[in-house]
């Protein structure tokens, strides 16, 4: 073989040698996993997404970086942030302009006295229900709260703690008892405060704050045998409860007053137990809300996220 010929072949075989060895410039399975979902912010978490090299020497990108999408799922009010969603509302009064219910599932209330509709904790919660300390909301057929666990929430600002038996939301009537009174007490009328039909009492250690808005929250969970007081998100008292929370009479329910028994009008008597200041964002649940979903409806307050989920 000539020196032409030896090195043509020697230069063939290099060339057929090298197309062996080369890779793909980059990784061709890099397929998109399903995108991390977003923590309820909207904010998809995006992935690293790892593709090759491209240097030629055979070594392809594993692909497997977990792209987000930027469409996790917006939080929608209605969840603690995690995916575990609230369960259903069992009345619902969001004071937005007026007191109609807003879940669907329990009773509109009307006007006593000459209560307003003024700003409440942000923006975003709308209006709130503003009363002097002679006028609140009431309404008869009040839809009992069901079953052993119970979850009760409400914003509230206390222009003044004078008198007793100050009320947030009342199912309690002069002459029958209801199921509840939440707000402040009698003995302790500083107190943060709620009393079951039962006679079971817890009490707040601290006196209630005046002159801002403070979030309060009774739960009642029957697995744990407890009746749990929240202010601002965070535990302040703890006792003994025993199931079921028993419906009682009165069928009128009160919020910023004590109603009569049948919910017409508010009690009368001596002590009404009128409100002065504001109250929105009612809430109730046939259900022992968790720490931190309790947490989560405080936060979301300030934020400006109601209880379903929207904001004005």
């Known amino acids: ?127 709130a229900l503003t009363l002097d300390g002679d006028d609140a909301a009431v309404g008869a057929d009040f839809v009992k709260l069901s079953g052993d666990d119970v979850t009760i929430v409400a914003w509230a600002y206390a222009e003044s703690l004078e008198g007793i038996w100050n009320t947030i939301v009342k199912n309690w009537g002069p002459g029958t008892s209801g199921q509840f009174h939440i707000g402040l007490g009698e003995a302790d009328e500083d107190m943060f405060q709620s009393v079951l039909n039962n006679n079971e009492w ?19 969970d029957a697995m744990a045998g407890e009746h749990r007081l929240y202010i601002n998100g965070a535990l302040v008292t703890t006792v003994a409860y025993a199931a079921p929370l028993d419906v009682g009479e009165s069928t009128g329910l009160g919020v910023g007053a004590k109603p009569n028994d049948d919910g017409t009008g508010v009690a009368e008597q001596a002590e009404v137990g009128f409100w002065n200041g504001g109250i929105d964002e009612v809430g109730m649940y046939n259900a022992a809300l968790t720490p931190e979903q309790i947490s989560t409806i405080y936060q979301n307050g300030l934020d400006g996220i109601q209880l379903d989920g929207s904001s004005e």
């Open 202 to 220: 817890a009490t707040a250690e601290d006196p209630f704050p005046s002159g801002e808005w403070v979030h309060t929250a009774v739960v009642l």
């Open 1 to 127: 073989m000539n020196r032409f010929a030896t090195r043509f072949a020697y230069m063939s075989a290099a060339l057929i040698l090298a197309a062996c060895r080369t890779g793909p410039e980059t990784a061709t399975d890099s397929s998109t996993d399903t995108s991390t979902t977003g923590d309820g912010d909207g904010d998809g978490d995006t992935g690293d997404g790892d593709t090759g090299d491209g240097d030629g020497d055979g070594d392809t990108g594993d692909g497997d970086g977990d792209t987000g999408d930027g469409d996790g799922d917006t939080g929608d009010g209605d969840g603690d942030g995690d995916g575990d969603p609230f369960p259903p509302l069992a009345g619902y009064w969001a004071f937005n302009g007026d007191s109609t219910e807003g879940s669907g599932t329990n009773i509109d209330l009307m006007p006593i006295g000459d209560p307003e509709y003024l700003a409440s904790v942000s923006p975003g919660l709308g209006t």
